[in-house]
């Protein structure tokens, strides 16, 4: 059994489940294996009633001294019982749970867990798990994985398989050498796979994650490094002047440019007509307007008679792109003759989009990375533009420009990567910075609140949609899971979240959601829907971090936010903010410890993105494994550029010494290491996350 080995071949997987199994696009045994958990779960010794904390998660043993009849609300059951010990009771609510009226025992013992909550002078917990004294003894001390779910597969489930697996798994030989391992203190692979997944304890969880981490950051820089076509420096194929087209789009635009704006236009300009072909990242604050540079580095492009490119991370930006530039050629008379390329479009679309690239009637492609499929063929590519670089690998990139003969390359990023890591991350890149937001911009409005907060945050989105406002939201699962906590703390979804607010809010308020498992079709038509003003809440999961420009939305509340890294809840931020009327974002916890209120209330004090890397920097480090979602920063599954920084110094330092020592692995010792990174190469364009 390897990496390539499916799913079914697991005891136990028959169709259905494999079916949910690729809902969370699992379908093969190295993928299973290579999903890591998200979270750990830790049982301790129960308290007495006493001793809980408000805010936090508790185990508490205690006696049913009574189940209070039944109420309903709409579609929602809700059950109150009482719990006592000898140091004082406890208020239990349970939720669609009706069925323990009979299950729970008058006088009998049992261990309940779950987020504590003050009410007034009563203590309460809401949906606690429920555990017979036998049962709980079996899991204290020890660190239960936790798995990103879907509905119908339980952690349980997936624990099984996963260990299933690992019992029959062929791992592929030691890949680094004695040397290497020693002095970065790093374990063998097969025993840091199996400790991630079942650690027995929190130091043997970091040195198994130390191990996967690096692996991830060795594999990326090598990859980035060796690469020669991005590496070295190229004639210019494509020398470009200066036209009156630029000059009279940026008459004709209704505000100037910044004066950052303007330094970036500039080195563009130079890098366009020097001698050596562009190779330039554009790094810059959510709303401090980097597209519109790139729009004019394609204007000049398609000004020299030569042919641009846009490679967006998702069809929704990239019909976003496609319609706004759209409206650029109306409104202003550019000469751009703009065609979209996205995986959605029929074969006879496609194929019209295909004719019109080969023969150049197109002079700007703007699509997804269908632009680097094989069918594709460019006339005459001199400008290829990625938006939100982090989102694609280097091999995309390549891919890309090699549509082209060396045609210039311009990426753009708008995570807010502090310069020394961006120096190590992009080390093949110029570095451009864009540190100055239009002058028009009213600034953000933040607070950071816990769940009690709720009921005002839903009357302040009515308020808002009633003056024309739009809202969105963000939850961290797309639906519910069957085990919807994590660490024991509420865990909203997206799917049960808009049932939620439609029941909470006005009838007159129409709501949807958004997601990334939805069909390209499907969240196009939501996105228009909300573009056009036909839904005014939209409930979604990050997948509208990136580039989704709505001017008329006032209002970006995320659910869990303690769930996300704080760069990726500024990018989140980013989404509003973008017209003339004051927004707001409201930041919800339900983890009330002081260390998660404190990181949050970084972005209630500041909306510069740099600055808040840095002090996200600052404030994490290592020791939060796994906890924290950082998906919108790379393409990394376990690391974390933030939490992991020094790491990724010495990853690049290892690299660096080997490419300086035997930089095309010809050495009988490195062939181990040459076999693993070649197959890391084929395995890093994943498109399914795009």
Known sequence: MDGNTPITELKGVGGKTQELFGKLDIRTVGELLEAWPRD?????????????????????????????????????????????????????????????????????FYIFRGPVRAKGTLMGMEQPKIFSPEEYRRLTDRLIPRYALTKGLTNQAIQKYVKQALSFYKFEPEYYEDSLLEEYRLIPCREAVETVHFPNDYDSLSRARRRLVFDEFFSFLFLMRSSQRLNRELPNNHRMFETADTVRFLEKLPFPLTKAQDKVWRELREDLSGPSCMNRLIQGDVGSGKTIVAVLALLMTAANGYQGALMAPTEVLAVQHFETIQNYVTEYGLIFRPVLLVGSMTAREKRAAYEEIETGTANLVIGTHALIQEKVRYRSLGLAVTDEQHRFGVRQRELLAGK????????????????????????????????????????????????????????????????????????????????????????????????????????????????????????????DQFAAHAIDVLVSTTVIEVGIN????????????ERFGL?????????????????????????????????????????????????????????????????????????????????????????????????????????RLKAHLEKAADSSVDFRSI
Request: proline fraction near 5%.
């Open 550 to 561: 709505v001017p008329n939305a006032t209002v970006m509340m995320v659910e869990n936010a």
């Open 40 to 108: 750990y779960e830790v049982f301790k010794e129960p308290l007495k009633i006493r001793e809980a904390v408000s805010g936090e998660v508790c185990s508490v043993r205690a006696a049913v001294a009574g189940v209070a009849g039944e109420r309903r609300i709409r579609k929602l059951s809700i059950l109150n019982v009482n719990v006592v010990d000898e140091s004082g009771s406890l208020q239990l609510t349970f939720y669609n749970m009706p069925f323990l009226k009979k299950t729970l025992r008058p006088g009998s």
């Open 567 to 671: 760069a990726q809840l500024h990018q989140l931020r980013g989404r509003v903010g973008r017209g003339e009327h004051q927004s707001f974002c409201i930041f919800i916890s339900a983890d009330e410890k002081a260390a998660s209120m404190e990181r949050l209330q970084i972005l209630n004090k500041s909306n510069d993105g740099f600055l808040i890397a840095s002090e996200d920097l600052k404030l994490r480090g290592p020791g939060e494994l796994l906890g924290i979602r950082q998906s919108g920063e790379f393409s990394f599954r376990i690391g974390d550029i933030y939490a992991d920084a020094g790491l990724l110094k010495q990853a690049s330092e290892a690299v660096d010494r080997l490419l300086s020592t035997d930089p095309d692995l010809e050495r009988p010792e490195h062939a």
């Open 404 to 527: 082209g003969e060396n045609p210039h390359i311009l990426v753009m990023s708008a995570t807010p990567i502090p310069r020394t890591l961006a120096i190590i991350l992009y080390g093949d890149l110029h570095l451009s910075v864009i540190d100055e937001l239009p002058a028009n911009r009213l600034p953000i409005k933040n607070c950071v609140v816990n769940t009690a907060y709720r009921p005002k945050a839903y009357q302040f989105i009515a308020g808002q949609v009633a003056q024309g406002r739009q809202v969105y939201v963000i939850c961290p699962q797309v639906e519910g899971d069957g085990d919807d906590a994590e660490g024991g703390l509420p865990l909203e979804n997206v799917v049960d979240y808009t049932e939620k607010l439609k029941n909470a809010l006005p009838a007159n308020i129409q709501v949807a959601y958004l997601h990334g498992k939805m069909r390209p079709g499907d969240k196009n038509r939501i996105m």
